[in-house]
C-alpha cells in the first residue's frame, strides 16, 4: 500500500517511538505535543486545524445506528450505507 503523506492525530498520539516510526515510513507526524512535554516538538498547526471538520463527519455518520453498530456483514453493503448517509447528510446541509 501507500504510506499517506501525513497523519493528523491528537495530544493522546504523541510519543517518540511512534514519530520515529511514521517518519521511517516517510509520513509526516502532526500531532500537537503534550503538555508536559520538556522539549516540545514543532507542528503543522494549520494542517492541525482541518482535523476538526473531519472529526465532524465522523460523529454525524455515527448517529446513523446502522454505520454505529455495524450491522451489515459485507463490505460493499456496508460502504453503500456509509454513501447513502453522507448523501443524507449533505442534502439536510443545504
Do not use: M, N, W
Not at 495530544?11 to 520515529?20: E, K, N, Q, W
Not at 453522507?86 to 446541509?93: F, S
Amino acid at each position: 500500500g501507500l504510506a499517506p503523506a501525513y497523519l493528523i492525530a491528537d495530544r493522546g498520539y504523541d510519543s517518540d517511538p511512534l514519530v520515529a516510526a511514521l517518519a521511517a515510513r516517510g509520513t509526516c507526524a502532526v500531532i500537537p505535543p503534550r503538555r508536559k512535554r520538556l522539549f516540545p516538538r514543532a507542528y503543522d498547526a494549520v494542517r492541525y486545524a482541518q482535523r476538526h471538520p473531519i472529526e465532524r463527519l465522523f460523529s454525524r455518520l455515527k448517529q446513523f445506528r446502522r454505520v454505529a453498530t455495524r450491522y451489515d456483514k459485507l463490505d460493499a453493503h456496508f460502504l453503500a450505507f456509509i454513501h447513502l448517509a453522507a448523501t443524507v447528510l449533505r442534502l439536510r446541509d443545504c
